[in-house]
């Protein structure tokens, strides 16, 4: 298992380019099993997570060809299998989202049931009540959920008792090969599901309100192959620009989009960061000045994002002042408190609430990662903390964060990751 050693003092300083968004990468490259033809999707981030879909799609006989420059073809003619294994279920929860192309497109689909994580239970109650509605015969048996739909998925009127994105991804995916209309209410408003939309929308999908809370799909026949470039990634760009606040710095993140990261960007300036947006690009500036403690409250879309939530956490540790993270996503999403406070921070948790008391200084610790985002957290104190940080189990890094080292080496910081096996060697 790799590690990351880090030398915390150096404010990061100068221009990166930002990936492809995961969680639009993975229902896209998911809801080609819906097509007719080959699909070609651009702009895929190199990530873990996006490996173990192509193999998720490789088992179920979907020709594949990954190339550098032009991205990654699917040709899901070839399919000969409709069951997600739990091996792979187990590492990746989004792999759920094969559930409703599958059913829509081949009528049967068995898929390990995933279970709860590190962030909370995550139940997927939503998506199989959604899918009944439409007329899917659904068992759960074994830990699987084996699902048919008979003479073929009709469309039906869906009230979302939460907002759930991949929930809403599943069930606007099923909708678009469904008999009639289908609307989905209290839908998810993310970005992901948007640019979801637009790509079904290019298949042929007949899909309107993206973007809203109401989403009407009118089922079509047949859906077609297209060529689709993913939208970048607004949870790394607001990782970097976290990280460059918090060490005093100044970054330009490059091919993002300044308009899906409202919210996280106003924290930002309320934290004491000079901004500066273009089409593309969006440029931070601490001027030297450490940050100000931002109070948060996590909620959907356009609210501000669950998935940065760890990294404000990082912020307020180092920041003047106290302030207030709420988290009202997901049940236990604070596992990077305990490892936060051995590098010297002080925050205490009360329910679902971190009180963040700023600290002039962390202190180096050995941490371990627990979830995506919490080891991003980690990475981040880690960037201003006095001595070297060992963050262990980064694989969790490795499904959101593309070339995390190379990118932060290249603004400055003292990062280098160490493989396991030759640390030991070097041990003796
Ligand atoms: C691959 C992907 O896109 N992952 C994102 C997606 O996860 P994901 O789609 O899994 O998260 P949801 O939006 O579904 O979860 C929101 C809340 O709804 C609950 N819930 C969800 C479904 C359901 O059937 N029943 C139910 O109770 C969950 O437990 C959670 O408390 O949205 C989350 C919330 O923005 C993000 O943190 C994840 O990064
Ligand atoms: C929680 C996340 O991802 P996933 O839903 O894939 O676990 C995330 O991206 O922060």
Redesign the pocket.
Known sequence: MDKLIINGGAALDGEIRISGA??AA?PILMGALLADGPVRIGNVPHLH?ITTTLELLGRMGVTLTVDERSGVVIDPTTLSATEAAYDLVKT???SILVLGPLLAKYGKADVSLPGG?A?GSRPVDLHLRGLEAMGADIKVENGYIRATSGKGLVGAHIFMDQVTV?GTENLMMAATLAKGKTVIENAAREPEVVDLANYLIKMGANIQGAGTATLTIQGVEVLSGTDYTILPDR?ETGTYLVAAAMTRGRVKLKDTDANQLEAVLLKLEEAGAELTVGKDWISLDMQGRRPRAVNIRTAPYPAFP??MQAQFTALNSVAEGQATIVETVFENRFMHVQEMQRMGANLQIEGNTVVCQGQPQLTAAPVMAT???ASACLVLAALVAEGETVVERIYHID??YECIEEKLQQLGARIRRVPTAIRSAANG
Do not use: H, V
């Open positions: 995961k969680n993975l997570d990746m929860r989004a994580c962030i991949t949870i669950t998935d979830d995506l985002r499904r959101g």
